[in-house]
């Protein structure tokens, strides 16, 4: 599926199939499509009576890589937990993309085409590899077979290898126009489009992930939280959400944010209906406190997953938050 903010970029890709590249690297924020373009392009190098406008979706090349069995074309991603019988789960998912299955890529893409054309394969998320597997595809970059793409997809290319980024064509897929992400989001039926999308930092596919109703009243909740930092009961607050604790912080994250955004440049970014509240505490707010949380918080993102014990990390952050937007207002009474 080709979103309509890619569409143009997808044509300027496949305007001379002979001349693709052996590999592209497409990067940029997450939820903006570019794995949907990446798999686009894979089944379009296989298609057999492609066209401008992608690939045609009938053939047997497409039908098969649509089934996902096309002997030509390799999808790789970090490995799903597997379960017995009984479904008790036997192994955890992977959280990186290991060695053995990227010598599984390249060793097929050394092979000759079943269809007599080319072989594709699309890696995702490409900065899941880990240093093995990294190294044991720069082979293959540097000395690509013939009638071969290969795709990497990516949310941090700076967490590639720099060698693995400067053997590929880099191309940037970005925020669509809002006007056209909007109107996509609106056709699919989305609520409150205006809202989830801001949230979303303009990211559409993750804004229609925010869009789930019973997430909505979740954040309403904890918003009105934030919005009333000298009424916030920490203790209850964390309790509350502690089996949310990525919501939180995702939520808490942007409000702090958009505080220090307001306070620093007179504008925000994610809770426009919240415009009021952000100003307020903006005004009153700790500079140094917010910015000190604003970087932990940032940081936190990359080991969220394992909180030794998910109460207590939001209870503190909850408290550092009353502290730097509340503490200057009950100090000064």
């Known amino acids: ?14 305007a001379d199939r ?41 053939c047997d090349a497409c039908n098969w890589f649509l089934q996902g069995n096309h002997p030509d074309y390799r999808y790789l991603e970090p490995k ?72 990497l997809v990516s949310h941090q290319p700076g967490r590639l290898l720099p060698t693995v980024r400067s053997r590929c064509r880099k191309i940037a897929v970005g925020l669509p126009e809002p006007e056209l992400a909007l109107d996509w989001m609106q056709q699919a039926g989305i609520d409150y489009p205006d809202a989830v999308l801001a949230e979303a930092g303009g990211a559409p ?11 909505m009243q979740r954040r309403e909740v904890f918003l009105n939280h934030l919005s009333r930092p000298a009424q916030l009961d920490v203790c209850a607050v964390a309790e509350a959400y502690k089996p949310l604790l990525t919501e939180s912080w995702g939520w808490l994250l942007r409000w702090v944010h958009d505080v220090l955004s307001w306070r620093l440049a007179g504008s925000s970014r994610y809770f426009p209906a919240r415009i009021e509240s952000v100003i307020q505490l903006g005004e009153q707010a700790d500079l140094a406190g917010l910015l000190a949380l604003e970087r932990e918080l940032a940081a936190a993102g990359r080991w969220l997953r394992h909180p030794l014990n998910a109460t207590l990390l939001l209870e503190s952050w909850l408290i550092r938050y009353v502290s730097a937007v509340a503490g200057l207002r009950q100090s000064k009474s």
């Open 1 to 14: 599926m080709i979103h309509p903010w890619n569409q143009a970029l997808f044509q300027q890709l496949t």
């Open 18 to 58: 002979e001349r693709m590249p052996h590999a592209l690297l497409l990067h940029g924020p997450a939820g903006v499509g570019k794995r949907d373009l990446g798999l686009e392009l894979a089944q379009w190098m296989l298609c057999e009576s492609h066209s401008p406008q992608g690939a045609c979706g009938l």
């Open 80 to 151: 799903e937990e597997e379960t017995d019988e009984s479904g008790k789960v036997t192994k955890k998912a992977s959280k990186e993309i290991k060695v053995e299955q990227v010598r599984e890529v390249t060793d097929f893409l050394t092979l000759s085409a079943h269809r007599g054309g080319w072989r594709s394969a699309v890696i995702y998320p490409a900065e899941f590899m880990n240093a093995a597997a990294a190294n044991a595809l720069l082979k293959t970059l540097e000395e690509p077979p013939p009638r071969v793409l290969l795709i």
């Open 205 to 215: 596919l993750t804004a229609i992930a925010y869009a789930e109703p019973e997430r």
